[in-house]
């Protein structure tokens, strides 16, 4: 048994839960939807550029997300790029509306990241 397992599959539904929601607020943000504060401006880009952005940053979370609940090695890779993309996107998100929500998603992808990482030691190796 390797040890980690538990913290591994915790992380794939996380990435897979916060995939699925970003994708639906990136097409929120391409579709002009109410759901943003109308007449925000971005310093980088505009709202439909950070729409697209978030899609397809998602899309490759959730792929990250099916391939790490496949055990791989590859997807343990892919995992902390995507969770590493998520805290970038997070402390770029700070000073927003929702700085704590914000700290909170932050915090979350660190746990991630640090249980991705040390993920993959036998159990019985590491005892003796």
Do not use: Q
Not at 48 to 56: D, P
């Amino acid at each position: 048994m390797d040890r980690g397992m538990g913290r591994a599959a915790f992380v794939a539904i996380l990435l897979l839960i916060a995939g699925v929601l970003n994708i639906i607020y990136g097409i929120g943000a391409i579709s002009d939807a109410h759901f943003y504060a109308g007449g925000t401006h971005y310093v980088f880009g505009s709202l439909h550029a950070w729409g697209w952005i978030t899609v397809l940053l998602r899309i490759f979370e959730l792929f990250a997300g099916v391939s790490l609940l496949k055990g791989d090695t590859f997807g343990r890779i892919v995992g902390i790029v995507a969770a590493s993309l998520g805290a970038i996107g997070a402390l770029l998100a700070v000073g927003g509306a929702y700085p704590f929500w914000s700290l909170g998603i932050f915090a979350i992808c660190l746990i991630c990241i640090h249980g991705l990482v040390v993920y993959g030691d036998d159990v019985d190796e590491a005892r003796g």
